[in-house]
Every structure is written in structure tokens, then in C-alpha cells.
């Protein structure tokens, strides 16, 4: 009988440890896809970020980076620990796991956060940051992050394109007599800023702000659920690593 349960418990352990494995794996994976998603916000749209008076956003996406980057190391780690039965390993990897899980439901709570106040940090802000400092020294990426922002969602001023009467740019002689940005236009060429008719520059309703807005919230639902759909999971892991390491402390020396 001893024998028999001996036996038993043996098959359960090389059963958890076969789970494990095959969860560090996936584990692994889904971390290069946080960490992706994570370097796509700061690299691909970093322009925009420099839009953002708040720096919510992007430390969301430096959070989803450094989180991912830990359990790519987590997921090698939880390997050696399965195979080798180390039992002090496995402490570490179940402690590696908790701080990321800490980490991504941080990412996701600020997602959550910003998205609540974005709308309001949006019409605070943009159209000041768009006429006070585009095309202005020491702002070259506002002002690149605008023309790109204005051609990208061809729309045209924060709210309209009547804002840019505003801007310190166009009310100088470095503007050459535009109206608004060449950004604006809808075919771009030299000076073509300085006609603002419909026919020549984009009028979208609600402005850039609108379309601003929506472009985030959607990369903020992306985040969050990045964040909180990998957390989800490792509570899983964290449930075999306890079972593993709760069966290797039963096993004899």
C-alpha cells in the first residue's frame, strides 16, 4: 500500500512538473507580447506621447516593457526549476512571478486611470501645446509629432482648423503668410497652408482632438487588457508552482 501511494505521488509530481513546463513556455511567449506591445507604444507613436502633458501613458508602456522582459527571464528560470526540482528555485520563481503580476496589474489600473481622465487632459492642453509650440526651437518633435498627428487623421487644428489663428507660428513672418500648417492640406506641398479653404485642407469634425482621443483609448483598452489578461494566467502558474513545490517537500531525500 505504502508502495502504491509512493508510486502515486510520484506520477502527480512528474505530472505538475510537465504542467509547469509547458506553462513556462507560453509563459515565455507571453512575454514577447507584452514586451512588444510595450516597445510598439514607445517607439511607434512616441511622437504622440510628447502631445500628453501626463506621462500615464507612457509609463504604462514602460511598465508592459519592463514587465515582459521579467518573465521572458521568469519563464527560463521556472524551466530549470521544473527539471531540476530545486525547491529553492522554485521560492524564487514563485516570488518572480508575484512582482510581475504586481507589475501588470499596475499597467492595466493606470490604463484604466488615464482613460478615465484623457478627454479632459486633451481639451486642457492640445491647443495650447499646438499654438504656443509648433514650429517653435527647442519643440522640433512637437512640432514633427502635430504634422505627423494632422496628416496621419487629416483633420486640421485641435478643434477646428480656426485654432491656428492662434498659434504664435502663424501670426509670425516665419509663416510665410499661411493660413495653417501645410500639414493641413490635403495634397501637401509648399505653402499650400496658406489657402484654409474646405476644398483645400481638412475639416473633420471634432478636430484632432477626436481623433487624438480615440486613436489612445483604443491603445489604453489594448494595454490594459495585455496587462490584466497575462496577470490572469500567471495565477495559474503560481497555482502549480505551489502544488509542485508542496509535493517535492513531501517526497524523502
Same mark, same amino acid.
Request: hydrophobic residues 40%; glycine residues 8%; proline residues 1%.
Given at each position: 500500500?505504502?508502495?502504491?501511494?509512493?508510486?502515486?505521488?510520484?506520477?502527480?509530481?512528474?505530472?505538475?512538473?510537465?504542467?509547469?513546463?509547458?506553462?513556462?513556455?507560453?509563459?515565455?511567449? *507571453? #512575454?514577447? &507580447? =507584452? !514586451?512588444?506591445? @510595450? /516597445?510598439?507604444?514607445?517607439?511607434?507613436?512616441?511622437?504622440?506621447?510628447?502631445? %500628453?502633458?501626463?506621462?500615464?501613458?507612457?509609463?504604462?508602456?514602460?511598465?508592459?516593457?519592463? *514587465? #515582459?522582459? &521579467? =518573465? !521572458?527571464?521568469? @519563464? /527560463?528560470?521556472?524551466?530549470?526549476?521544473?527539471?531540476?526540482?530545486?525547491?529553492? %528555485?522554485?521560492?524564487?520563481?514563485?516570488?518572480?512571478?508575484?512582482?510581475?503580476?504586481?507589475?501588470?496589474?499596475?499597467?492595466?489600473?493606470?490604463?484604466?486611470?488615464?482613460?478615465?481622465?484623457?478627454?479632459?487632459?486633451?481639451?486642457?492642453? %492640445?491647443?495650447?501645446?499646438?499654438?504656443?509650440?509648433?514650429?517653435?526651437?527647442?519643440?522640433?518633435?512637437?512640432?514633427?509629432?502635430?504634422?505627423?498627428?494632422?496628416?496621419?487623421?487629416?483633420?486640421?487644428?485641435?478643434?477646428?482648423?480656426?485654432d491656428w489663428a492662434a498659434s504664435i507660428w502663424i501670426r509670425?513672418?516665419?509663416?510665410?503668410?499661411?493660413?495653417?500648417?501645410?500639414?493641413?492640406?490635403?495634397?501637401?506641398?509648399?505653402?499650400?497652408?496658406?489657402?484654409?479653404?474646405?476644398?483645400?485642407?481638412?475639416?473633420?469634425?471634432?478636430?484632432?482632438?477626436?481623433?487624438?482621443?480615440?486613436?489612445?483609448?483604443?491603445?489604453?483598452?489594448?494595454?490594459?487588457?495585455?496587462?490584466?489578461?497575462?496577470?490572469?494566467?500567471?495565477?495559474?502558474?503560481?497555482?502549480?508552482?505551489?502544488?509542485?513545490?508542496?509535493?517535492?517537500?513531501?517526497?524523502?531525500?
Amino acid at each position: 500500500m505504502g508502495a502504491y501511494e509512493e508510486k502515486k505521488e510520484k506520477c502527480g509530481t512528474i505530472c505538475l512538473k510537465y504542467l509547469l513546463f509547458t506553462f513556462n513556455f507560453l509563459f515565455w511567449v *507571453a #512575454g514577447g &507580447i =507584452v !514586451m512588444a506591445v @510595450g /516597445v510598439w507604444t514607445l517607439v511607434e507613436k512616441s511622437d504622440y506621447i510628447s502631445l %500628453l502633458s501626463s506621462k500615464t501613458y507612457a509609463a504604462s508602456a514602460y511598465i508592459l516593457v519592463l *514587465a #515582459g522582459a &521579467i =518573465v !521572458m527571464v521568469t @519563464g /527560463v528560470l521556472g524551466c530549470c526549476a521544473t527539471f531540476k526540482e530545486e525547491r529553492r %528555485l522554485l521560492r524564487v520563481y514563485f516570488v518572480l512571478l508575484l512582482c510581475i503580476f504586481l507589475l501588470e496589474i499596475l499597467s492595466g489600473v493606470l490604463a484604466y486611470i488615464y482613460y478615465q481622465q484623457l478627454n479632459e487632459e486633451l481639451k486642457q492642453n %492640445l491647443r495650447d501645446t499646438m499654438t504656443q509650440k509648433y514650429q517653435q526651437k527647442s519643440h522640433e518633435g512637437i512640432t514633427r509629432a502635430v504634422d505627423k498627428l494632422q496628416q496621419e487623421f487629416k483633420c486640421c487644428g485641435s478643434n477646428n482648423s480656426s485654432d491656428w489663428a492662434a498659434s504664435i507660428w502663424i501670426r509670425s513672418r516665419d509663416s510665410d503668410y499661411r493660413e495653417v500648417p501645410d500639414s493641413c492640406c490635403k495634397t501637401q506641398t509648399e505653402l499650400c497652408g496658406r489657402r484654409s479653404h474646405p476644398s483645400n485642407i481638412y475639416k473633420v469634425e471634432g478636430g484632432c482632438i477626436t481623433q487624438l482621443e480615440k486613436f489612445i483609448l483604443d491603445h489604453l483598452k489594448i494595454i490594459g487588457a495585455v496587462g490584466v489578461g497575462i496577470a490572469c494566467v500567471q495565477i495559474i502558474g503560481m497555482v502549480f508552482t505551489c502544488c509542485l513545490y508542496r509535493s517535492l517537500k513531501a517526497e524523502p531525500y
